[in-house]
């Protein structure tokens, strides 16, 4: 398996570390695949005339669309490609503001915690993951931890590869 240039390994994390995806203009096809997707036709995703009517006075993108998005992002950057084991979930996810269309999304991807495994072959990487607009202002947050495998874990899924 070949690892993306900037993948990074277990042993390369350590808590503070903070890395910053390129921007994502959100547009009405967002919308309307993800309205396609789900089934989720409500009216303040798909109603302009209703959704006039409502505090933010525009339709909104749903909720939910920003998980896909930053999991979307964060794989643009490449830290995780051919070295992630298994995503561990998806915790604490809070929608601060909402997703509105035309806005640009980045994420910024902090490690909170690093943990080694029981067999020395992969550690799990706590992650915070932050939706961010182009002010700065945070309009998503949540936690996703992922195990990665170690350089020694790699090496040994590669011995046994080779020798089956």
């Given amino acids: 398996m070949s690892h993306h240039p900037s993948a990074m390994y277990y042993e390369d994390f350590s808590p503070g570390q903070s890395f910053l995806t390129a921007g994502r203009t959100i547009t009405e096809t967002d919308l309307q695949m993800f309205s396609m ?14 959704a006039a009517t ?28 051919g070295t992630a084991v298994a995503m561990l979930g998806i915790s604490d996810w ?21 943990e080694p ?3 020395g072959r992969t550690g799990r990487v706590g992650r915070q993951f932050e939706l961010i607009d182009s002010a700065g202002e945070v309009i998503q947050r949540g936690r996703s931890d992922v195990l990665v495998s170690t350089r020694a874990g790699r090496g040994a899924d590669n011995e046994r590869e080779t020798s089956a």
């Fill in 117 to 119: 495994g029981r067999t």
């Fill in 37 to 50: 997707l789900t089934g989720d036709w409500n009216a303040i995703h798909c109603d302009a005339d209703f």
């Fill in 54 to 81: 409502t505090r933010y006075g525009q339709r909104l993108v749903h909720g939910s669309f920003g998980i896909g998005l930053a999991i979307g992002l964060m794989h643009g950057i490449g830290i995780f490609e």
């Fill in 94 to 114: 809070t929608f601060e503001k909402p997703i509105l269309l035309g806005m640009t999304l980045r994420l910024r991807l902090t490690v909170i915690e690093v």
